[in-house]
């Protein structure tokens, strides 16, 4: 009898994993549903010389009431002119292994642009979290943003921490970084994918643009899956300007009350000097 239950309880973990297989398999990712309008625009890149075009840059406002007053802007992106990368880190809640995780770009001008991978979110919907690494819930998008944007909507209205540490990169290699972004932009642009909590994130798909345009150059680390850990991780690879112990490297990295302070500069190059004065 305990044979058979067991035999029983196999086949039916089988069926279950094959027929969640068989739906991320079938189930096709779209870009054409109803967004929330954070999510309604998506970033489009367009080779122009040298540059790159990047349309629906998300450049909203936000009052203390949570809300947002939309606008977008666009720009060509000259990579030469890129003056340095940051690795941002957003945790959520008290467990260090759960994070958001995303890069900014300082260009010689003053502007900033960061790059966020993101579960793309329909009218009514919420995150699925765990349920999304099971389960074709939310296809993901490149969001990119100016800091003013994306810094006071993680502070303001999710209200969550933010920590900003700057990558140690050769030029070569912070050009390539961020190539590897607007061009992976350009594919989801193109063929529609679907977030999962675990194997499509908002770290490891940013890991893997990288290694697809310079193979090996973040190697696999559990940071890819639990992205909280994943700044310590890069500091460990020599991958974050610094020294000394990372908890103090952390508490240097500490970015929220800059931002409440900085966010009165309307124009979005003055609100990024700001940050760093």
């Not at 920590?163 to 970084?177: C, F, K, N, R, W």
Request: proline residues 6%; negative net charge.
């Amino acid at each position: 009898m305990v044979r058979v239950l067991w035999k029983t309880a196999l086949v039916l973990a089988v069926v279950s994993v094959v027929g969640l297989w068989l739906n991320w398999q079938f189930s096709a990712p779209s870009h054409d549903r109803s967004w929330q309008p954070l999510y309604a625009r998506l970033p489009m890149v367009e080779k122009v010389g040298d540059g790159y075009r990047l349309t629906d840059i998300r450049n909203w406002s936000y009052q203390e009431t949570g809300t947002g007053s939309p606008a977008w802007v666009e720009t060509v992106i000259d990579p030469k002119s890129l003056k340095s990368v940051y690795f941002v880190v957003e945790p959520f809640g008290e467990n260090p292994a759960v994070a958001h995780t995303m890069l900014s770009f300082e260009f010689v001008d003053g502007s900033a642009y960061v790059a966020s991978v993101e579960a793309r979110r329909e009218e009514g919907e919420v995150y699925g979290g765990l349920k999304a690494g099971v389960w074709p819930m939310h296809e993901y998008m490149f969001v990119w943003t100016t800091e003013r944007d994306m810094y006071a909507n993680t502070t303001f209205v999710a209200g969550d921490d933010l920590y900003v540490y700057e990558l140690d990169l050769s030029p070569q290699a912070a050009e390539a970084v961020l190539v590897a972004m607007l061009e992976e932009t350009a594919d989801v642009a193109a063929k529609p994918r679907w977030y999962n909590t675990f194997f499509s994130n908002c770290t490891n798909v940013l890991a893997r643009a990288v290694n697809a345009q310079t193979p090996d150059a973040v190697p696999w680390n559990i940071a890819w899956y639990l992205p909280g850990y994943a700044a310590e991780f890069l500091y460990d690879q020599g991958f974050i300007k610094g020294a000394g112990p990372f908890a103090e490297l952390q508490a240097k990295a500490y970015l929220t009350p800059r931002v409440a302070a900085a966010y009165a500069n309307v124009d979005p190059i003055a609100f990024s000097k700001a940050l760093r004065e």
